[in-house]
């Protein structure tokens, strides 16, 4: 019998359905029985990572501790199970293709013909069962990515029926996740896509376990049924996930399902002990009943697409739960930043946020609103691009040097106060040679960060290629600009503060990457903090002009 129990959570009929969230739902409920769990990602796109993608193709991408740059869904798991995770939670196709060829040309198949089964599905199995080795888990939930039926997905697929087998039915379960959706019409849930989907699993040789059925409206006790019957599970196995007004409340949906005791029913693991859930919940009655609003400006190139910056706005429900806050984000596209968009909307604001992304496109827009926040004392965040950004605009129009810019942008500046990292002028490859992962980083006492995390050093997340250069660093202090954090080994600016300002911090590093429901990140908490200590300033100011 293994010692590692496998969940596979697998999807069809439609992306898009939250896979990543039943999947992190479910890790909460184990976890909060007392197991230790883990969840891995497996992607079927051939990238390496999703590190060269657009964030209009893919979401952002997610920075791991080590330096993995992941799919968004890792950000859930850590958001839910406040567990880190790392390089080995997300696996892609191209990855896989990789070491398989890298094994080849080292001659390591000993002159085998090289083929999709059993050398792709060998390496596919060795990086799920990776993390059971390890012996740090007691259940490793596994995501598929795409859905059934996909060409790509074929080969994941594979791997999952020949791990079922060679573990056995206790040992390894697998969750289809599918839609029944609701014709209005006919007035009436339909089943049949669910059926095909389970139908095409089966073709591959995999029956599902468990069916999660995305679904609109109440499923009704004939519709289990005919699931049920249709598509081999046992009625209490068919699980309802109908849409709610948070992804937070997806856990006690789920235990209300009972997808928690079905589970460990047929891992034939224990489900005496009742999943202890009073922090999760305490965060979501704080969540749903928040004391007052404050409107934050989220300034950005990728607007459009919230899943852009899906981190920051989960950090933003963290922090806004912490401080019984509504945090309402505004988008604003920095590309269109006129006048207009500062009287009409900027303007209105209880904060500013700048985001972080790569490229020109955009950046005069977010150095107009960096200015807007400075000298109209308004709560700014700048993250990493965001931080670049404060430090150009203060180059430009407090220090006086006004062809101040960073050579990602005009590599021939007279006044590049952002430069290329010297680490990464040889660099051929973009994928993967960026600064990644966890870094130290030195606080200054007395600073507003210090008192932040009442610590003197910190440890944050990095993804990046330029920096603060250091070369302008005393010409741009001696104007005014105050450098409170830096990094001991290299002494590389981290963090940067304003004089005469309440509350302007710019941080090169990713603080959103390590905020979760159990932990809301220290910097987004006293952000929002300032942001509502503002609203609170304007409204006296409105009521005294009154």
Known sequence: MADTKYIFVTGGVSSSLGKGIIAASLAKLLQARGYRVTIQKLDPYINVDPGTLNPYE????????????????????????????????????????????????????L???????PHITNEIKERIKHLGNTGDYDIIITEIGGTVGDIESLPYIESVRQLKWELGDENALVIHLTLVPYLSAAGELKTKPTQHSVKTLMESGIKADILVCRTEHELSDD???KLALFCNVRKEAVIQSIDASTIYDVP???????????TLSKLNLSAETEPVLTRWNEFLRRHKNPKAEVTIGLIGKYVELQDSYKSILEAFIHAGAENEVKVRV????????????ITNKISKLDGLLVAPGFGERGIEGKIKAVQYAREHKIPFLGI?????????????????LKDANSTEMQADTSAPVISLMEDQKDLKNMGGTMRLGSWACDLKPGSIVSGV???????????????????YRAELEKAGLKITGTNPKTG????????????????????EYKSTVANPHPLFVAYVQAAVKYSQSKSSANVAHD
């Open 111 to 117: 002159g085998k013909t090289v083929q999709v089964v």
């Open 252 to 262: 006690n949906l789920m235990l209300e399902e009972g997808l928690d005791t079905i």
């Open 330 to 341: 505004e988008p604003i596209h920095s590309e269109f930043i006129s006048q207009d968009v």
């Open 453 to 471: 995390y009442d610590s003197e050093t910190i440890s944050e997340r990095h993804r990046h290629r330029y920096e603060f250069n250091d070369k």
């Open 58 to 109: 893919h979401g952002e991408c997610y920075v791991t501790d080590d330096g993995a740059e992941t799919d968004l869904d890792l950000g859930h798991y850590e958001r839910f199970l406040n567990v880190n995770t790392s390089q080995a939670n997300n696996v892609t196709t191209g990855r896989i293709y990789q070491s398989v060829i890298e094994k080849e040309r080292r001659g390591e198949f």
């Open 384 to 400: 990493c691009l965001g931080m670049q950004m404060a430090v150009i605009e203060f180059a430009r129009n407090v220090a006086g």
């Open 223 to 225: 519709l289990r049924e």
């Open 492 to 511: 590389l600016v981290e963090i940067i503060e304003m004089e005469d300002h309440p509350w302007f911090v710019g941080v090169q590093y990713h603080p």
